[in-house]
């Protein structure tokens, strides 16, 4: 099955160019399914990458999906225009009276900042809070994932003398967990952050579980099954090039790791994490299919069970 998205949505053209099954809305209407319900809180300033980027992923499920584009409320980006915020965008207090089967949050380049100097802090944590009552599964990304994990257990984030950045070797931990079936035992997933949770940092009495982390930049995947959140702090949606483009933007000052060929940044780079990325969003759809309730007004009402 599709995705269901607008049929403007600049995301729209780049996925169908690439063979991703897109359905157009009024074809939507006419399909007696329920599509799962999934909200992305967009926080990372070049959002109509963003979008596609996440999109191609949950578009290549076999199910229908339907997304929805959600912001901070009182936030203004600077780097999208009004134009498209206001097209493709719901605010958040807009959406709180809704249920979803998923919700999915972006990270934002707002590390060098304690939690609580980020302007829009108390709204993500009203949202945090909104996902245990009206999302049945959340799946955060990177400063998402730290900042998450700081709201629910207390986790404190380590600012990094020097970025991670690149693509890193990755160890499964956890094969028969089901966002990791499938997965190879070692795996590369770029990186790219200046800060860090640390695995002894990680609670030991709250039920979270440690899914894969590297040698090089620590954790990467881990479960909270208690709030039925998935922690990602790296970026398996990253396209090819996006690790290229952020080193172009700042200048050229730290070369990714085992990103170019021979840490040749003249030569193109090789994707060797398209597989995965398609593997975990799809045990994460999956898992959604195979857990949530049918009807959506039940969503919040259940208890959360662990995916484990």
């Known amino acids: ?30 399909q007696d399914i329920r599509p799962l319900r999934i909200a992305l809180l967009n926080l990372m300033p070049n959002k109509i990458d963003t979008e596609t980027q996440l999109a191609r992923l949950l578009g290549a499920s076999p199910l229908q999906v339907e997304l929805t ?32 089967d998923g919700f999915l949050i972006t990270g934002a380049p707002v590390e060098h900042l304690p939690f609580e100097e980020v302007s829009y ?30 709201h629910f257990h207390g986790v404190p984030k380590h600012a990094l003398e020097r970025k991670a950045f690149g693509v890193f070797r990755h160890r499964n931990h956890a094969p028969a967990s089901p966002y990791l079936r499938g997965f190879s035992d070692d ?18 009495d709250r039920g979270l579980q440690l899914l894969a982390d590297s040698a090089e930049t620590g954790p990467c995947l881990v479960h909270d099954p208690r709030h039925g959140f998935l922690h990602m702090f790296n970026h398996v949606e ?14 050229g000052r730290q070369l990714p790791a085992h990103y170019f060929p021979d840490d040749d940044p003249t030569r193109p780079p090789e994707n060797r994490w398209r597989s995965h990325a398609h593997l975990l969003f799809g045990n994460w759809i999956n898992d959604l299919y195979q857990t949530a309730p049918f009807d959506v007004d039940m969503i919040g009402q259940e208890i959360l069970q662990s995916a484990a």
């Open 187 to 204: 795996f590369s997933i770029p990186v790219s952050r200046w800060s860090e949770v640390r695995r002894e940092s990680l609670p030991v």
């Open 69 to 100: 584009l959600v912001r901070i409320s009182d936030h203004v980006s600077r780097n999208t225009s009004a134009d498209h915020m206001q097209s493709f965008y719901r605010a958040w207090t807009d959406v709180r009276d809704e249920r979803f």
């Open 238 to 251: 990253y396209d090819t090039r996006t690790l290229g483009d952020e080193y172009a933007r700042d200048g």
């Open 1 to 30: 099955m599709p995705i269901k998205i607008a049929d403007d949505l600049p995301a729209r053209r780049t996925l169908e160019a690439e063979g991703v099954a897109v359905m157009g809305e009024a074809d939507a209407v006419r």
């Open 121 to 150: 802090w108390q709204e993500l944590r009203a949202i945090f809070d909104w996902t245990q009552t009206h999302v049945h599964r959340s799946l955060s990304i990177c400063w998402a994932a730290q900042a998450a994990l700081h």
